[in-house]
Structures are given as C-alpha cells and as structure tokens.
Nanobody, 118 residues
Framework: QVQLQESGGGLVQPGGSLRVSCAASGSVYGVNTMGWSRQAPGKQRELVALINSGGTTNYADSVKGRFTISRDLAKNTVYLQMNNLKPEDTAVYYC????????????WGQGIQVTVSS
C-alpha cells in the first residue's frame, strides 16, 4: 500500500504563489507517475500536472505557464509550484501516484485545500 502525505495548502491572494508537496511512503517500489489533480465544488476532478520517473511533464491548459511540477525520485516526493494564482484555482488538490507495475490503479492523497481569494 502507498500512503501519500500532502502539505502546503492554504489561503493566498490572487497573483500569489503556493507550493504544495506530496511524499509517498509505504510500498513505493515501482512508482512511475506522480501528479496533482484538483476538484472544485460542483465540478469534476481534473488533472493539473503530472511527471514521470524520466522527468516528462504534462499540464492542464489552464495552468500551463503558471504551475511547475517537479519531483525528488530518492524521496518519492512530488511538488507543485503554483504561481500567479487565480480565484479559479481554488479547489481541493489531490496528489496521485501510478506504478509502472500496476498502471490500472491510481493512489490518491486525502486532498488539501487551496483557496485563492482577495
């Protein structure tokens, strides 16, 4: 089993920045992709950004150019630097992990609140 520990959420003003972190622990062998998704009230959960073990990244169009995902392979930790935040970015952010040995299953963190408001 993989446990995901998220941190770094909070309240920020529009135009501000936040950095959220997610550390994977437990049965971490085979972790390939790590990423972040988000869900706002009344909306579907959407993928925000992901990064695989080779460093390949992918971003949602809505955050491209503003958010940067990175990871520390040795620590099994993924980070999301969020800059130029907009009220539309307000959501619960969820860390997610996929193993190459089980690509059909996604591990999820409990979610952390990010609120962008004046």
């Amino acid at each position: 089993q993989v446990q995901l520990q998220e941190s770094g959420g909070g309240l920020v003003q529009p135009g501000g920045s936040l950095r959220v972190s997610c550390a994977a622990s437990g049965s971490v062998y085979g972790v390939n992709t790590m990423g972040w998704s988000r869900q706002a009230p009344g909306k579907q959960r959407e993928l925000v950004a992901l990064i695989n073990s080779g460093g390949t990244t992918n971003y949602a169009d809505s955050v491209k150019g503003r958010f940067t995902i990175s990871r520390d392979l040795a620590k099994n930790t993924v980070y999301l630097q969020m800059n130029n935040l907009k009220p539309e970015d307000t959501a619960v952010y969820y860390c997610n992990v996929v193993k190459w040995i089980r690509p059909d299953y996604t591990y999820w963190g409990q979610g952390i609140q990010v609120t962008v408001s004046s």
